[in-house]
């Protein structure tokens, strides 16, 4: 709630919990934990829990785009950190749930797909998102350069976008150094990079991707991945499940006299 508040009352996942391990000093150690049922680390799963949680007490609000906002009921002050046990398994189901459908999706990535099919899959990604002219290099990749598109915004604007894909197995990290390789790569080409991975990043990684005087690059880990294929049905399927809840109150009106 107090990174949500420092954030201007909303922000995204990755926006959240960089201002909570800014406020909390959280170290790399302890950020570099994998969580034992899962692909994300401890902290990237605690963090989902506790969106959750606060969620289901009516204190914050998602948007379909994963922007998290204070609801009207949002004070600290409310927080309920003694939940009953049904409550805490339904929370616990629905974080699991989340993840696990992002596991499996990442887990057909890696185990069957070659390095050059999941290119073409990034490749097919880039041109739903509006990408033209998108070439992937294969086997005769240029030092770390995998394939290249271009970026058009609103139809008017565009610019050439230089990408590349790692599909790494199990609890491997991109470091800072396959960022400075790539970026090195970038050198006279383009201005703009874009790393994709089914991992994650470290935060050196990061750090060294949105470094001040260098050439950005955007990155894009397992978990934005998955969230795309999502968004664009592609390769997935999201079954609308109907729930049915009982109106105690509306029936109990019967008991009301004229």
Request: proline share 1%; with cysteine; aromatic share 6%.
């Amino acid at each position: 709630m107090q990174a949500l508040q420092e954030l201007g009352g909303s922000g995204s996942n990755d926006e959240i919990n960089d201002k909570v391990i800014e406020i909390l000093k959280i170290s790399e150690d302890l950020l570099s934990v994998m969580h034992k049922n899962t692909n994300q680390t401890e902290f990237e799963y605690q963090m989902a829990w506790v969106r959750t949680m606060l969620k289901s007490q009516g204190l914050l609000e998602n948007s379909k785009r994963g922007v998290w906002s204070i609801s009207s009921t949002g004070n600290f002050s409310l927080v309920n950190v003694h939940m009953d046990k049904k409550l805490e398994s339904e929370i616990n189901q629905e974080v699991n749930e989340d993840e696990n459908w992002k596991e499996r999706v990442i887990n057909v990535i890696t185990e069957h797909l070659s390095p050059a099919a999941f290119e073409r899959l990034i490749q097919r990604l880039l041109r739903e998102k509006g990408f033209t002219q998108v070439e992937v290099k294969g086997r005769t990749g240029d030092g770390g350069i995998d394939g290249r598109g271009i970026a058009r915004i609103n139809g008017i604007l565009s610019f050439h976008i230089i990408f590349q894909c790692k599909r790494y197995k199990g609890a491997s990290k991109v470091g800072s150094k396959d960022i400075r390789d790539f970026r090195g790569a970038m050198v006279g080409r383009t201005d703009k990079g874009l790393f994709i991975t089914t991992a994650s990043f470290t935060r050196d990684a990061i750090a060294e991707a949105n470094r001040d005087g260098a050439p950005t690059i955007d990155l894009m880990d397992g978990d934005k991945l998955a969230d795309k294929l999502k968004e664009l049905s592609l390769g997935l399927k999201v079954e609308l499940k109907e729930i049915i809840k009982v109106d105690e109150d509306w029936f109990k009106n019967f008991e009301k006299t004229i």
